[in-house]
């Protein structure tokens, strides 16, 4: 029950209407005893967020589109793997001080655990806080990244930081990756219908991985299991940056519970509607 004693945390972003994170980490504090509450703020100004964040107070923030890179200026402090990133996605407030992390990476690192990256050719798809966290990872396992995006720039900038070549759209005809992770909103409900590559672009026996989890399977990952490739879904990735994100507010681990089928129960809900 809420009281005057109940903290506040909350998820940030523009749009943020599709966002589980206040149903996933909720579900979190009723498990784990914790006297909060997750809601979802929508706002285009990141100033006009982070003095929301100060005053109201909120404790822990989580940060999605488009303000992953705009908000680390705002900061008090940084975590040091969040500057090499370049990208922000949790806020921890103590006492009034803000301290920017990025959890992505944690949730990137579990989702591709099992997925031989040394040496592989790695095309990211998008050049926002999401693609630098899987750039960060894809250079610490010594991949070989490869970066598109609509503003080429971008691609040009990630490419700069992380090492790797920033490709134009007709350099990629006919090119197959070894892994492919789409780091961008294209296929995100409702434009379920599209893909950030054509399948043709899928290497039988590569890799897949799409860090937008509604649907549940995208269009990207339907083809890559129809081009005999291995396909993984943005959902674990979401899942375990969260629980990162409580583990770094709360100072514990966070028990083992069943937040992927609750997840896969609302968004099968959604579908259905």
Same mark, same amino acid.
């Given at each position: 029950?809420?009281?005057?004693?109940? %903290?506040?945390?909350?998820?940030?972003? !523009?749009?943020?209407?599709?966002?589980?994170?206040?149903?996933?980490?909720?579900?979190?504090?009723?498990?784990?005893?914790?006297?909060?509450?997750?809601?979802?703020?929508? !706002?285009?100004?990141?100033?006009?967020?982070?003095?929301?964040? /100060? $005053?109201?107070?909120?404790?822990?923030?989580?940060?999605?589109?488009?303000?992953?890179?705009?908000?680390?200026?705002?900061?008090?402090? =940084?975590?040091?793997?969040?500057?090499?990133?370049?990208?922000?996605?949790?806020?921890?407030?103590?006492?009034?001080?803000?301290?920017?992390?990025?959890?992505?990476?944690?949730?990137?690192?579990?989702?591709?655990?099992?997925?031989?990256?040394?040496?592989?050719?790695?095309?990211?798809?998008?050049?926002?806080?999401?693609?630098?966290?899987?750039?960060?990872?894809?250079?610490?396992?010594?991949?070989?990244?490869?970066?598109?995006?609509?503003?080429?720039? %971008?691609?040009?900038?990630?490419?700069?930081?992380?090492?790797?070549?920033?490709?134009?759209?007709?350099?990629?005809?006919?090119?197959?990756?070894?892994?492919? =992770?789409?780091?961008?909103?294209?296929?995100?409900?409702?434009?379920?219908? $599209?893909?950030? =590559?054509? %399948?043709?672009?899928?290497? %039988?026996?590569?890799?897949?991985?799409?860090?937008?989890?509604?649907?549940?399977?995208?269009?990207?990952?339907?083809?890559?299991?129809?081009?005999? $490739?291995? $396909?993984?879904?943005?959902?674990?990735?979401?899942?375990?940056?969260?629980?990162?994100?409580?583990?770094?507010?709360?100072?514990?681990?966070?028990?083992?519970?069943?937040?992927?089928?609750?997840?896969? /129960?609302?968004?099968?809900?959604?579908?259905?509607?």
């Amino acid at each position: 029950m809420l009281s005057s004693a109940t %903290k506040l945390t909350a998820v940030i972003g !523009n749009p943020i209407g599709h966002s589980l994170s206040p149903l996933l980490h909720n579900d979190i504090y009723v498990r784990e005893d914790v006297d909060a509450v997750m809601l979802a703020f929508q !706002n285009p100004s990141i100033a006009e967020l982070v003095s929301a964040i /100060r $005053a109201l107070p909120i404790h822990l923030t989580a940060i999605t589109l488009p303000h992953k890179e705009s908000i680390i200026p705002l900061l008090d402090e =940084v975590d040091e793997k969040a500057l090499s990133i370049g990208s922000v996605n949790t806020i921890i407030n103590t006492d009034g001080k803000l301290k920017g992390f990025n959890t992505d990476v944690v949730g990137i690192a579990v989702a591709l655990k099992d997925a031989p990256l040394k040496g592989k050719s790695v095309l990211i798809f998008g050049a926002g806080g999401a693609a630098r966290a899987v750039a960060y990872h894809m250079k610490e396992c010594g991949a070989k990244i490869h970066s598109y995006d609509r503003t080429f720039k %971008k691609a040009q900038i990630l490419c700069e930081k992380f090492g790797g070549m920033a490709l134009e759209l007709d350099a990629m005809n006919g090119t197959q990756f070894d892994v492919i =992770v789409n780091a961008s909103p294209v296929g995100l409900h409702p434009n379920t219908d $599209a893909t950030p =590559v054509p %399948k043709e672009m899928i290497k %039988k026996g590569g890799i897949v991985f799409d860090l937008v989890y509604n649907p549940l399977e995208t269009r990207l990952m339907r083809e890559a299991t129809e081009r005999g $490739a291995q $396909a993984i879904s943005g959902l674990t990735m979401l899942v375990e940056q969260a629980l990162e994100q409580e583990r770094l507010w709360l100072g514990r681990e966070i028990g083992n519970a069943p937040y992927y089928v609750l997840l896969e /129960r609302e968004l099968n809900k959604q579908r259905n509607k």
